[in-house]
């Protein structure tokens, strides 16, 4: 059963974690909490044979799971799920996250624990089932299915402007399903099916194309989200709990950029190319807008917050100059704004435990009193910035490198304004870490405050490791994702013969240069 069912298992295994959280009494906090760890470690470990097991040889669909679900006289839909290199690591950092997130929790909710956790896992039972899905129907439903725990999240546990930056996350995520809706069930109106590899061999129409893919460009550009729709994300993000703004940096984001390569564009190939461009300019605009927004903010979790809407201009700008290159990139770079954005939400969350405000200037000096503390804050510093040897390098170097090389009549300057960002993240990071950790004398009653203490230090130190590991030896994650790329170009430039380069010899010439 584990052999033929494991990805089904790895999805829906919360779902356990639930039924034993309801049972537990929840006044014994201890027990939930510490049963929520056991069980996100266990969950993770399950999912490591996914890697172990998985072919990355060749390119096919694996672990798939194809099982009739219901049919009307109307529709005809099936359970179908399956994992390649497009969605492996994506589905790995959600698990990865789970046991760090967990523990970082421990002491900071302290009102409704077990709703709190219980919202935990169905959020995570969502993001994997949306993320493994290969029928549009499943998809949408899983769509749908991680915004409820999400909300709660934000709206319970969050900060003083919680109930709003619920509502706006919710009404501006839910607006773009409904376009995405709209176009899955014309796609099924059309062909008869919701099947994926179904729809990918179907060729709409060119003006069929163009409104299919702005419907759902716009469900997924929301969440990215690409400028103009990013202004939910740094109300939801400052509001949220700490374990929610993991979550939401980590893994939600990305399903946006996930959904680009899966649905939207091998399914559109012709509207691809017609709205490339335009998808360009407006991360370039994300990217420069993001840097600017963030090197301004007195609050240091929205500072970290608008740097997210300048990191994921990067994917896109990567994912629509259509090279091998920038595709492997931005894939890479959604891992590695997970680990690296992920972790200095966690720091903040940790400071702010201490200090009860995110105020930059109520921080001045405090490396002297928290040294551990201000060694790792420097370390995903330098992630985010894109320092060589870092995971933040890798993927910003593959994607520059591709956009220099795609076929566009600018794709220089393309290039070159996104490189921008890269000098404008080390200002307004930098700035930020001196204002923060140097420049004054401590105040009195910073002079108290506790370095990181061991549980800390203990979820911090796999993120830690993630960023040298990435940073150092890259090949690891990028051939598994190698001919799932390949396959996916192929989608996306049907008839074009591709020569697929080695990105781990261009990161090596990269870093020789």
């Known amino acids: 059963m584990l052999n033929t069912h494991l990805l089904s298992i790895v999805t829906f295994l919360p779902v356990l974690a639930v039924i034993v959280l309801a049972i537990i009494p929840g006044r014994q906090e201890k027990a939930l909490k510490q049963f929520s760890i056991g069980f996100a470690i266990i969950h993770f470990l399950l999912s490591i044979l996914l890697v172990t097991n998985f072919d990355s040889s060749v390119y096919k669909i694996q672990f798939e799971e194809i099982i009739p679900w219901f049919s009307t006289q109307f529709a005809s839909v099936g359970y179908h799920i399956g994992l390649d290199g497009i969605n492996l690591w994506i589905v790995m950092l959600t698990t990865f996250l789970g046991p760090i997130i967990f523990l970082s929790v421990y002491s900071s909710i302290t009102k409704k624990v077990k709703s709190f956790l219980i919202n935990m896992f169905l959020l995570e039972v969502g993001i994997l089932g949306s993320l493994v899905a290969l029928n549009t129907f499943l998809f949408y439903l899983f769509w749908e299915v991680m915004l409820i725990p999400m909300y709660f999240i934000i709206g319970v546990w969050g900060g003083e402007r919680r109930i709003y930056a619920a509502v706006k996350f919710f009404i501006y995520t839910m607006a773009g399903s409904l376009l995405m809706l709209v176009a899955i069930i014309y796609m099924y109106l059309q062909t008869g099916t919701f099947e994926l590899m179904d729809l990918y061999t179907h060729t709409f129409s060119g003006q069929e194309q163009v409104y299919l893919f702005a419907a759902f460009a716009i469900a997924f550009a929301i969440k990215v989200p690409i400028f103009p729709f990013h202004t939910w994300l740094p109300d939801a993000h400052t509001e949220a709990p700490t374990a929610g703004s993991v979550i939401l940096a980590g893994v939600l984001l990305k399903l946006g950029t996930y959904g680009f390569i899966r649905f939207a564009m091998p399914l559109f190939p012709s509207a691809v190319k017609t709205f490339a461009p335009y998808v360009i300019v ?79 200037s109520e921080y001045g000096g405090i490396a002297k009193v928290m040294p551990v503390y201000a060694v790792l804050f420097m370390i995903f510093t330098l992630s985010s910035i894109g320092l060589p040897m ?26 070159a304004f996104a490189a921008v960002g890269v000098i404008l993240g080390a200002v307004y990071m930098l700035w930020m870490y001196q204002r923060v950790f140097f420049n004054i004398e401590p105040s009195e009653k910073n002079m108290k405050l506790k370095d990181a203490n061991l549980r800390e230090r203990i979820y911090l130190l796999p993120l830690l490791i993630m960023v040298f590991w990435i940073g150092l030896y890259p090949s690891f994650f990028l051939k598994r994702m190698d001919k799932s790329v390949e396959h996916y170009m192929k989608l996306i430039q049907p008839g074009t013969q591709l020569v697929v380069p080695d990105p781990t010899a261009a990161v090596d010439e990269g870093v020789q240069k």
């Open 390 to 415: 870092t995971n933040g390098f890798i993927g910003e170097f593959l994607i520059l490198m591709g956009t220099f090389k795609s076929a566009y009549p600018y794709a220089f300057w393309y290039a």
């Open 282 to 360: 407006l991360g370039i605009i994300g990217i420069i807008y993001g840097a600017l927004v963030a090197m301004v903010q007195k609050d240091v979790k929205k500072l970290v917050a608008y740097s997210s809407v300048s990191h994921l201009g990067y994917v896109m700008v990567g994912l629509f100059a259509l090279t091998i290159y920038s595709v492997q990139g931005a894939m890479l770079q959604m891992i590695n704004h997970g680990i690296s954005t992920g972790a200095l939400f966690l720091l903040v969350g940790i400071v702010y435990e201490r200090t009860h405000t995110r105020l930059i």
